[in-house]
């Protein structure tokens, strides 16, 4: 007797299809074969079990088990359900035609209720893409499975409800849902801008960076509100598209065993790894492949606090995932790829002791050791970021004012429409969606300044001793502040402020002491 039970692997953020094959015949042996590991090797302990404990047992008899394709590794324990489901229709107790056009994933405890897996909504995408009508999943994945439509999820609780339901004694209705990103919800009050005392020239520069998808450097003394500026992102910030949600989701979904508890990420991640953090975890990897804290990011921010306290080896990974916006893991046994699509935020104390240029306090720093905090930040990697700010510790009069700061919900609405400027410039020619993506070729498009602007554009140039990166990030910059205006045109005044955003290029941090 041959059953065939279809499964799913993970590979990167994608679902491929496995096939189960069980065969049974007269003799007394158990065989797994298909390149299974450890986990699903052990699957056989957890599922003998839960079929005893629910009345029935794996048949006494030859059972030889191939797992397809058999040169694709399956890892996890996500194949108990299928495993057990193939037994259970080569032991006589379900209909063999409720396996037709259906898909079963979900890991089992030893009295046969199903426990959550993760990767459940590229799973629940790659069945919707091959085909399959039905879906079995663990109760607590259902919600996030349901998201895709055209799909009949079914949310199951033990391997008995599934037994019934499988042999037409009792009928499990699948779960719908709305895949439509609901609207979004309020930031909570503490990381609303209106609370921020102070800071406009800050304000204006996280402005422009969400305007374009720019990453923002800010330099500023302990206590001046870098982390809380950074806590207020998020919430100017335009909304995630559908296929944005989607995105995201997946990606969360596999990182996490339990994955999406609304179906869909609605609101842009963001991200704030502690500087401790290894440099597997920040770009993702590991034994077995899971996205890192730069994929967690994508579609949202990535807030690095204290920035040289990170290893310099940690910082240094990150330089091409912020121009290719994906991170390709090449391993001796595979090779897997997340995008990574993430606004880079970081902050940092100007010098060792944190006060450095800031009135109000005595920096006890020499010029030497400020030039060696700022080298643990390479060059190559300030040059990724297209905008550096300095921050001001906010006087005393600005924190007792009364009069409260502009609230995110205004500032997001003119970063919505700059975002909508920008798409619709390039919408369905260019594959991109916000100024920071612009090629060159682009640039020579769309963020050409006119005869004055150029001749700024050139002195700074010289006098900053800047790089054709560095020169390519002022363009795409003054072109947002050109959007923000509604300015087809990047004028001078652009260009000037655009210049004015890179402090660190100077060169001469430190020796500005006295």
């Not at 496995?18 to 957890?46: K, Q, T, Y």
């Not at 499975?145 to 409800?161: C, H, M, P, Q």
């Not at 995630?240 to 990420?265: C, D, F, Q, R, Y």
Request: proline share 6%; aromatic share 6%; with cysteine.
């Amino acid at each position: 007797m041959l059953v065939k039970v279809s499964s799913a692997a993970l590979q990167g953020i994608k679902g491929i299809p496995v096939s189960i094959e069980i065969h049974v015949s007269r003799g007394i042996r158990f065989s797994l074969v298909g390149l299974p590991d450890n986990a699903v090797r052990e699957s056989h302990e957890r599922i003998r079990s839960a079929l005893q404990m629910n009345g029935m047992d794996i048949p006494r008899k030859q059972v030889v088990i191939n797992m397809a394709p058999a040169d694709l590794r399956k890892e996890g324990s996500g194949y108990d359900l299928p495993l057990s489901v193939g037994l259970m229709a080569a032991g006589g107790h379900i209909d063999l035609t409720q396996l037709e056009n259906s898909l079963f994933i979900g890991e089992l405890s030893l009295d046969g209720s199903l426990l959550p897996v993760r990767g459940i909504l590229p799973v629940a995408l790659m069945a919707r893409e091959h085909g399959f009508q039905h879906l079995y999943v663990p109760l607590q994945n259902a919600e996030e499975a349901a998201v895709v439509d055209r799909l009949n999820v079914y949310g199951i609780s033990t391997l008995k409800e599934l037994c019934l339901h499988l042999s037409g004694k009792t009928t499990c209705q699948p779960w719908s849902r709305d895949s439509r990103p609901a609207g979004r919800s309020e930031m909570a009050a503490e990381h609303d801008f209106t609370f921020v005392k102070g800071q406009e020239t800050v304000k204006r520069a996280i402005e422009i960076a969400c305007s374009g998808g720019h990453n923002l450097m800010m330099i500023g003394p302990p206590g001046a509100g870098k982390t809380m500026l950074a806590k207020c992102i998020p919430g100017i910030l335009p909304p995630m598209s559908l296929s944005e949600a989607l995105e995201t989701s997946v990606i969360h979904s596999i990182a996490s065993m339990a994955g999406t508890p609304n179906g869909l990420i609605y609101e842009r991640p963001f991200r704030a790894p502690h500087h401790s953090i290894s440099h597997v975890a920040l770009v993702g990897g590991g034994s077995n492949p899971k996205p890192g804290e730069i994929s967690l990011a994508h579609n949202g921010v990535l807030f690095l606090d204290e920035l040289p306290e990170f290893s310099r080896y940690v910082l240094e990974v990150l330089r091409q995932p912020l121009e290719d916006r994906h991170i390709t893991i090449s391993r001796a046994k595979y090779s897997v790829d997340y995008p990574c699509n993430f606004m880079f935020v970081a902050s940092m104390n100007p010098c060792p002791c944190g006060y450095y240029g800031d009135s109000g306090h005595l920096c006890t720093c020499s010029p030497t050791q400020i030039q060696h905090y700022m080298n643990r930040i390479s060059g190559p990697l300030l040059d990724r970021i297209d905008i550096h700010c300095e921050i001001e510790a906010v006087r005393f009069d600005k924190l007792t004012g009364q009069k409260p700061g502009e609230s995110s919900a205004d500032i997001r609405e003119r970063v919505k429409q700059a975002r909508k400027r920008q798409e619709d410039r390039f919408r369905g020619k260019f594959g991109i969606h916000c100024n920071a993506q612009m090629t060159q070729g682009l640039l020579e498009i769309f963020a050409q300044p006119d005869r004055q602007g150029m001749a700024i554009l050139r002195q700074a140039m010289d006098r900053l001793k800047l790089s054709a990166r560095a020169y390519s990030r002022i363009l795409k910059v003054a072109r947002t502040i050109a959007d923000l205006e509604g300015s087809e045109s990047i004028l001078p005044a652009h260009i000037a402020e655009s210049v004015g955003y890179r402090s660190l290029d100077r060169g001469d941090w430190g020796e500005r002491k006295k």
